[in-house]
């Protein structure tokens, strides 16, 4: 079965640019999605297709994907952002990554 | 407003099956696949299935095959997630989420989320 790779956790500092990457076997040839989930919460869907961002998301939060990796970025990063992220390839299967804890510090 | 509301708390004894509800209102039910997706306390997300409300088209990971069914009633505007077998490891949140489609109606990830249904197995 397909399976997507996160790092368990990313730091970043407050103002400054994160980046979680999300790996898969020719993930580019698939539409990614990134979701944000905070504690007790249902997540939010903050990139579609790859680098697409919903009404409602901020500018912030941008998204691309290309050979077998698919990067979420967050220029800016504010201690708001701190939650879990989970990477999302769209197929047949809708695979989840393992999800990173996005630590802003 | 799209909402999904979700029934409420279970707990069941290893081997029962579970039947967990979706409540859709604010758009038209039969228009939009309905996914189901688990999440152990502490773990991440875990994609079980879909269901097209129009016609019932289904489709389920590989992992749940055999053991999880998802339905619709489209009268009522509600989907259902049946899980089967139980186990200890089937503790988890279980929440249902509504695809969302482009303007030229290609599938665009999960939009609107329910609030999560907790499911306790137990002896």
């Known amino acids: 079965s397909y399976e997507l790779t996160q790092p368990p956790s990313v730091s970043v500092s407050p103002g400054q640019t994160a980046s979680i990457p999300c790996s898969g076997d020719?993930?580019?040839?698939?539409?990614v999605c990134w979701y944000q989930q905070k504690p007790g919460q249902s997540p939010v869907l903050v990139i579609y297709q790859d680098d697409k961002r919903p009404s409602g998301i901020p500018e912030r939060f941008s998204g691309s994907n290309s050979g077998n990796t698919a990067t979420l970025t967050i220029t800016g990063t504010q201690a708001m952002d701190e939650a879990d992220y989970y990477c999302?390839?769209?197929?047949?299967?809708?695979?989840f990554g393992g999800g990173s804890k996005l630590t802003v510090l | 407003q799209v909402q999904l509301v979700q029934s409420g708390a279970e707990v069941k004894k290893p081997g029962a099956s579970v039947k967990v509800s979706c409540k859709a209102s604010g758009y038209r039910f039969i228009k939009y696949d309905i996914n189901w997706v688990r999440q152990a306390a502490g773990q991440g997300l875990e994609w079980m299935g879909w269901v097209n409300p129009n016609g019932g088209d289904t489709g389920y990971a590989q992992k749940f095959q055999g053991r999880v069914t998802v339905t619709t009633d489209t009268s009522i505007s509600t989907a259902y997630m049946e899980l089967s077998s139980l186990t200890s490891e089937d503790t988890a949140v279980y929440f249902c989420a509504r695809v969302k489609y482009t303007d030229n109606w290609s599938p665009a990830g999960f939009d609107f989320w329910g609030q999560g249904t907790p499911v306790t197995v137990s002896s």
């Open positions: 020719k993930l580019g040839e698939k539409y």
């Open positions: 999302q390839a769209w197929d047949i299967t809708k695979v």
